[in-house]
């Protein structure tokens, strides 16, 4: 019986100076490592249009997980999740670097920074958007300013902007295009053209299914409106790009993320 019980105790103690082997040093490594995730995560929602494409449809990360860049995401957060479990395990086995008041500082800081950016991971994604959104503006305008000037009546064709379909017949608000200019060569086209009553004009950009688009407003701000088609349009969000040109998103009829 002694003997077993001292076999149990030796077993206790080798497995507890394992765990404490593994928290041996600096945390600092860790620290910045996990730092490094949070830095590439923010930049990657940034800069990825796929990823800004995918948060847009709605829905939990988790539930878009067979999408690469959906998965790549969640592989990163996994590993600064981890990263973080095994600094708060320093905090109990590891040695006094581990568990002076500053690890637990930067601990929290970093909990704090991570939840940070998954509330505001949609508001990240887009100003990315907008940042991108921004060079098309100098090319859309070419387009708007004959437009601003003589709003076609009927069906025709426009210089930059090829053949369309003016709607309604009579006094056309609309005009739907026959074959989408596109912005830039690795921008979206653009899919139809509205005015409103107060002489705004909007572009739709093809890439959001119609939920982002860019406007020209002379004498307003963007806002909820009735679309051309008759159509309702919930306005979710507005950044402005230059004088009087907004990009602006509708919430998705179909229940999509704002």
Partial sequence: MNSERHLDRQSDESAST????RFAGSPRSLWFTNLTLLVAAVIWVFADPRLHQILSRGGSLASHWNEWPIAGMLVLCLLAALLLVWLLLGLWLGTSQFRQLRSLIVIISLISLWLGYAMNCQSIAWHGRRVRVSPYVATVEKLCTPLEQQWPQIDGTIQGIGPFMAYPIGRPTTLILLTPPTVTEDGPSISAIERSSDGAIRFELSDL?????????PQSLPS?????????REMTRFSSLSDNWFLVRYRDPDGGAS
């Fill in 209 to 217: 299914d119609g939920r982002d688009w860019l406007e020209w407003h």
């Fill in 224 to 232: 909820s409106h009735i679309g051309g088609l008759g159509e309702e």
């Fill in 18 to 21: 394992w765990l404490r082997r």
